[in-house]
């Protein structure tokens, strides 16, 4: 069985890893992806000075982390703090200023202690629904949608939020609810931020749940949806029936390929249903299942890192080849980040304990 601490860090890396391979045929159609890269697709990175470059997806899902502990910090050691979602509208809202010219010298005060890192100051075709959102004084909710956008970088930033909460500290319904209110701040249409809060469950099942295949956890999730969003949201019907196509599409001989082709993964939902799809194909199978997930004419960076995420969660970092590692932009900051995920906070009010570090990272906030 893969430890915890190994779930935490193979489900970030893996995401990541999923979302550089995607990211280096993001433009492409099928048809040029074979034209390029010959009958089986892509099959490995085409690194930039030597590194796997990854999209704002993994960018966003390091600030989603950064937030997370950040709020987490704030509560700890004061006694007291603001519900969750406002620390990640804050951290979303440093990330944005790492996008526009002149961020690195102009960044102004920042919260995260990213924003230290002048490489993150590099745009990698963020979605512009999101750079609009975050421009925008007040950001969305669910009951006061910024926009209608149903693109899926509010779920695959999410991915942080199933790894850091243990079910027997916050309960599921609040996991589920964090993982749809983070998304709903620029993703406006329910097919936009409701298929975060299916990620972020999968992923929690997967790591604290001990769940014995995909199936099985998939199957609990979909249950826990319906019941909580169900009577709230009638667009739960639609993502429930593209998760029925996910798990009847896998269980036929049909490749990936035209499968995917069927289900055109081009926003929030249809992303989920082809991660899940692509999970159910391959389970426990890192590279054939990240492979399948970015040869298509789809958004191909987020399907790798919305399926690279769980595949990751389940083989842990052994289970990821190593040539998916190596060159991985990031691969140090992830790590740090996944180890702090998993670590939490260890200071308290009452405590003697200092940490230095963690104390110039998440309390000092002087970036």
């Not at 890269?37 to 989603?64: E, R």
């Not at 956008?149 to 942080?160: D, E, F, K």
């Not at 749940?209 to 639609?238: D, H, P």
Request: one cysteine or more.
């Amino acid at each position: 069985m893969v430890r915890k601490q190994d779930q935490i860090y193979g489900c970030l890396l893996g995401a990541a890893a999923g979302d550089a391979l995607g990211f280096c045929v993001e433009e492409l159609t099928l048809e040029d992806i074979h034209e390029k890269y010959g009958p089986d697709g892509i099959q490995g990175y085409d690194t930039v000075n030597g590194f796997a470059t990854v999209s704002s997806h993994t960018q966003l899902a390091m600030f989603t982390a950064n937030g997370l502990l950040f709020g987490a910090t704030r509560g700890a050691t004061r006694g007291v703090m603001a519900p969750y979602v406002q620390y990640l509208e804050a951290a979303y809202r440093d990330w944005s200023k790492t996008q526009h010219y002149g961020g690195w010298k102009n960044r102004g005060k920042c919260y995260c202690w990213l924003c230290s890192l002048e490489p993150l100051y590099s745009r990698r075709n963020p979605e512009p629904a999101v750079l609009y959102a975050l421009e925008r004084p007040q950001a969305g909710t669910m009951e006061e949608p910024v926009n209608r956008s149903q693109g899926p970088n509010g779920m695959a930033r999410s991915i942080p939020i199933g790894l850091f909460f243990h079910p027997t500290e916050t309960s599921p319904s609040e996991i589920r609810l964090l993982g749809a209110e983070s998304a709903a701040l620029t993703h406006g249409d329910p097919l936009g931020f409701l298929p975060a809060a299916y990620l972020t469950d999968l992923l929690n099942r997967i790591v604290y749940r001990n769940a014995e295949s995909f199936r099985s956890v998939l199957k609990r999730t979909r249950t826990a949806m319906s019941q909580y969003f169900g009577s709230r949201f009638s667009q739960i019907r639609t993502l429930e029936s593209k998760l029925d196509w996910a798990e009847a599409m896998a269980e036929t001989s049909t490749s990936p390929e035209e499968a995917l082709s069927q289900q055109r993964p081009t926003d929030a939902a249809s992303v989920l249903a082809s991660a899940c799809y692509i999970c159910l194909k391959y389970p426990g199978d890192y590279d054939r299942g990240i492979v399948a997930a970015v040869n298509h004419s789809g958004l191909s960076s987020a399907l790798g890192a919305v399926a690279g995420a769980p595949l990751g969660a389940q083989v842990g970092t052994e289970g990821i080849p190593e040539f998916y590692l190596e060159p991985l932009e990031f691969r140090e900051i992830l790590t740090e980040l996944a180890s702090d995920l998993f670590q939490g906070c260890p200071m308290s009010r009452n405590a003697r304990l200092f940490d230095d570090q963690w104390d110039q990272k998440y309390i000092q906030c002087r970036y």
